[in-house]
């Protein structure tokens, strides 16, 4: 009988290690407490952080450490992107209630690393933006409520809008270069184009989707994932063209999703949650974060994943740290 007992406890230790050895999560310290929005990486070393408050933060070492830097702006910086070290973007949203006039949504650039920061003006009125999409030659396109889509111009500096068939909350974007792009948002919507933008199409399900779709990822011209409400989680292998549902083992909103370039990925959302899969196990398992803050965003380098969300939270995953599955 003790040995039963003995061999089912090294059976539940066993299986505890092997969780905690697949999660490998680790807080990071957060030098802020204020809703951390959004987090992009230029390479395997150099990243940013920006949140609510107008509060940005910079990494010169994978996410290890990060350093909150002086704020140029009091409102909430719901999203980045740098083209090198030197060029960046940052989309900003005023308060609905203090805004007056003003847009409730506007851009603002660097081109000296983050020194200093230039207001773009988008004319945007009452357009409430959410999210950047970039291709890989640095073409720009901001997405938001009402079907709202801006569009970076040829200078590269003004931006114009441009219609979408579509009156819902356009939420994530992709685009693969500067024509294949994919859009996701409201009711399920997922909509392709293949010229830059000027004509937009419906994607297509295998089964009927309703729930908002939050962001979407693709790994090469072909493969892609969008995650929404209720744990949703669709693939596409064309392209954005049709999509299916994956099983769902969540049932809590998923906000993010991303790949690494050894083909590690990752969506996150609600409460925590983190879900991963790999090129090994294709499927999504869930796995602890070590934390119930919501998590807002997730992006990734070729061995690195952090993701950032509620209260400062920083959570940094490593692939060096835990080998290669």
């Not at 505890?16 to 992009?40: C, F, K, N, Q």
């Not at 509060?55 to 290890?64: E, F, V």
């Not at 007056?100 to 949504?105: E, P, R, T, V």
């Amino acid at each position: 009988m003790n040995v039963v007992r003995t061999t089912f406890f090294l059976v539940i230790l066993c299986l505890g290690i092997a969780d905690r050895a697949r999660a490998e999560w680790s807080v990071v310290r957060s030098p802020t407490l204020s809703t951390l929005r959004a987090v992009y990486f230029l390479d395997d070393e150099r990243g940013w952080i920006v949140g609510s408050r107008g509060n940005w933060l910079t990494t010169a070492d994978g996410g290890k450490n990060w350093q909150l830097q002086k704020s140029f702006t009091q409102d909430t910086i719901v999203d980045v992107y740098f083209t090198d070290a030197n060029n960046g973007w940052v989309l900003c949203e005023r308060d609905v209630y203090s805004s007056g006039k003003n847009a409730l949504s506007y851009l603002r650039r660097t081109t000296d690393g983050g020194k200093n920061w230039e207001s773009v003006d988008l004319d945007s009125g009452r357009d409430r933006l959410v999210r950047f999409a970039f291709s890989k030659d640095g073409y720009g396109t901001a997405l938001g409520e009402g079907g709202a889509l801006w569009q970076m111009l040829d200078d590269r500096v003004n931006w114009k809008r441009t219609p979408l068939p579509v009156k819902f909350l356009m939420l994530g974007g992709w685009f693969v270069d500067s024509f294949n792009g994919v859009l996701v948002g409201g009711a399920g919507t997922t909509l392709f184009t293949t010229d830059a933008g000027v004509e937009w199409a419906f994607g297509t399900s295998d089964k009927t989707v309703q729930t908002r779709l939050n962001d979407v990822v693709f790994i090469d011209a072909k493969r892609g994932w969008a995650v929404g409400a209720q744990g949703t989680i669709l693939s596409t292998v064309n392209g954005g063209r049709s999509w299916k549902v994956e099983p769902s083992i969540v049932s809590e909103e998923l906000l993010a999703v991303c790949f690494a370039s050894s083909g590690f990925g990752v969506a996150v959302g609600d409460q925590g949650h983190v879900l991963e899969t790999s090129g090994t196990n294709p499927q999504w398992t869930r796995v602890n974060s070590g934390v119930q803050a919501k998590l807002h965003d997730v992006a990734a380098t070729s061995d690195t994943v952090v993701a950032v969300g509620f209260g400062g939270t920083i959570l940094l995953r490593r692939e060096t740290e835990k080998g290669r599955r």
